[in-house]
Each structure stands twice: as C-alpha cells, then as structure tokens.
Nanobody, 115 residues
C-alpha cells in the first residue's frame, strides 16, 4: 500500500521561497518516477516537475530556473524547492508516483503566495 504525504506548504510573500516535501512509504522513490503537480482554483491540474529513477528531471517550461525537484533515497522523500515565488504559483501541490501502470497520489499541501 503506497502512501505519499506532503508537507512544507504555507504562505509566503512574492519573491520568497518554500520547500515542500513528499514522504513515501510502501514504495521506493529511487525506483519510481516521482513528480509534483499543482492545481489552482478554477484552473487545470498541471505538471510541475518529475524525476526518474535515473535522476533525469523534467519541468514545466515556465518554472525552469525557479523550481528544483530532488530526491533523497535514504529518507525516501522527494522535495520541491521553489524560489522567486509569484502569486500565480498559488495552488495545491500534489506528490505523484508512477510505478509501471500504477499511479499514486498524495493529498496535497497548499502554497499561497501573497503580499
């Protein structure tokens, strides 16, 4: 039974930084494709970043240079470092795991960017 639990969300002013973390159990993040997605009110769910078992990363084009996904195999966690945050980054952020055809989701953590 895979469990993904996000943490680290919160409120920050524009230009600030936040780091959200996804703790996995029942699976190994080192063997899966792990990702972060986000959904803002009234907007579609969108891919933020992914990291493969081989360490290859992929980002939403508009976030390149501001967001960084990383994986800690020892802790079995996947983090998303978010810098230079803007109000448009406000959303629920969700951790995702792909293991073959099986996809698992966390419940999400809210990130709010506002003055």
């Amino acid at each position: 039974h895979v469990q993904l639990v996000e943490s680290g969300g919160g409120s920050v002013q524009p230009g600030g930084s936040l780091r959200v973390s996804c703790a996995a159990s029942g699976t190994l993040v080192s063997l899966s494709v792990m990702g972060w997605y986000r959904q803002a009110p009234g907007k579609q769910h969108e891919l933020v970043a992914t990291i493969t078992s081989g360490g290859r990363t992929n980002y939403l084009d508009s976030l390149k240079g501001r967001f960084t996904i990383s994986r800690d195999n020892a802790e079995n966690t996947v983090d998303l470092q978010m810098n230079s945050l803007i109000p448009e980054d406000t959303a629920g952020y969700y951790c995702n795991e792909r293991w073959g055809a099986v996809i698992s989701w966390g419940r999400g953590t809210q990130v709010t960017v506002a003055s």
